[in-house]
């Protein structure tokens, strides 16, 4: 658990800086999208677990664009611990009016199998789909 959000964006920075410095000879590289511009959700790389197939199955059956939304939208996540109930409501409520500030800082999704959406965030969309 850390602290706050600063602490929280230090460590990942940190975390960012180690596996950026990873020897070129493994042929990784990392990028920052929301969303992958090009990639068709059938193209998308998939982790070969099981729990990915019992997930691809659910979300096929979750909204228009279920599949998309498991395999093809990637975002940094925070778990926020309560103390109590109303601890929890309080941090919920927070969260939910820093939503649309978060996304719309964060758009970097304009592409959708080659194209522009039309929306800054597709990935966005896509949740909401």
């Known amino acids: 658990p850390l602290p706050n959000c600063y602490t ?8 960012l800086l180690r596996v950026n410095s990873m020897p070129g000879t493994l042929h990784l590289g990392f990028i920052g999208f929301g969303s992958p511009p090009h990639w068709k959700t059938d193209e998308s790389p998939r982790m070969p677990k099981r729990r990915y197939k019992l997930m691809s199955e659910y979300m096929a059956k979750a ?7 498991l395999f093809r ?3 940094g996540q925070a ?7 109303p601890d929890m ?3 919920m409520r927070v969260a ?4 649309p500030i978060a996304t ?12 522009l959406t039309g929306h800054k965030s597709w990935r966005s969309r896509i949740w909401r789909s």
């Open 8 to 15: 929280s964006f230090v460590e990942l920075h940190e975390h």
């Open 63 to 69: 909204g228009t664009m279920g599949k998309s939304r």
């Open 73 to 75: 939208t990637c975002t």
């Open 79 to 85: 778990n926020l611990d309560f103390s109590s109930e």
């Open 89 to 91: 409501v309080q941090k």
């Open 96 to 99: 939910l009016a820093l939503q």
């Open 104 to 115: 719309a800082l964060f758009s970097n999704s304009p592409f959708f199998d080659g194209n």
